[in-house]
T-cell receptor, first 116, second 109 residues
Framework: GAVVSQHPSRVICKSGTSVKIECRSL??????MFWYRQFPKQSLMLMAT?????????EQGVEKDKFLINHASLTLSTLTVTSAHPEDSSFYIC????????????FGPGTRLLVL | GQNIDQPTEMTATEGAIVQINCTYQ??????LFWYQQHAGEAPTFLSY??LDGLEEKGRFSSFLSRSKGYSYLLLKELQMKDSASYLC??????????WGAGTKLIIKP
């Protein structure tokens, strides 16, 4: 299967700071990348969908000015949590699909964010 | 509306067989996926069905009936490491994944 990496795996930051999370498809070209958030013992929640070279499409209730997404190339998407607050603490997971991998979404290992 | 239903939790015994069902109602259908998610980790891809029938991959098999809006994931020769949540997801006519809430599978020795 395809490999998707995510960095950092874990981050602790102070309230009010911004945090950038990178998602890379290592062995395929990801025309579409997805960002999810998952709170403990809850389902995956899709935050936004991004196509390479286009603006991201955000799900209802997700603030686009707070969660900035950039999908500048076919192998990299970034999520920046701006002015993070404790309630933004969560498990953020990206996934990617495209190229030779067809419609299957492959997930990165996730980033655990803790905002103090 | 779009809906994916799967049991919240199931318990099975090591070495046994378990079947996790998933029913769906979506606007269009472009395939059904099963993912495994261990606690604290990201989901990993298990299977993709777009045509009716059974797809076998080692100890895991996935079945699809489009006319019934139904799928199941069959796990054979259960191992303790199979304890995880199993997520059913359907790709709708817009190629968006609609996720089920997941089935937590508990394996007992």
């Amino acid at each position: 299967g395809a490999v998707v990496s995510q960095h950092p795996s874990r981050v602790i930051c102070k309230s009010g700071t911004s945090v950038k999370i990178e998602c890379r498809s290592l062995d395929f070209q990801a025309t579409t990348m997805f960002w999810y958030r998952q709170f403990p013992k809850q389902s995956l929640m899709l935050m936004a969908t991004s196509n390479e070279g286009s603006k991201a499409t955000y799900e209802q209730g997700v603030e686009k000015d707070k969660f900035l997404i950039n999908h500048a190339s076919l192998t990299l998407s970034t999520l920046t949590v701006t002015s993070a607050h404790p309630e933004d603490s969560s498990f953020y997971i990206c996934s990617a699909r495209g190229g030779t991998e067809g419609e299957t979404q492959y997930f990165g290992p996730g980033t655990r964010l803790l905002v103090l | 509306g779009q809906n994916i239903d799967q049991p919240t939790e199931m318990t099975a015994t090591e070495g046994a067989i378990v079947q996790i069902n998933c029913t769906y109602q979506t606007s269009g259908f472009n395939g059904l996926f099963w993912y495994q998610q261990h606690a604290g980790e990201a989901p990993t891809f298990l299977s993709y069905n777009v045509l009716d029938g059974l797809e076998e991959k080692g100890r895991f098999s996935s079945f699809l009936s489009r006319s019934k809006g139904y799928s199941y994931l069959l796990l054979k020769e259960l191992q303790m490491k199979d304890s995880a949540s199993y997520l059913c997801a359907v790709m709708d006519s817009n190629y968006q994944l609609i996720w089920g809430a997941g089935t937590k599978l508990i394996i007992k020795p």
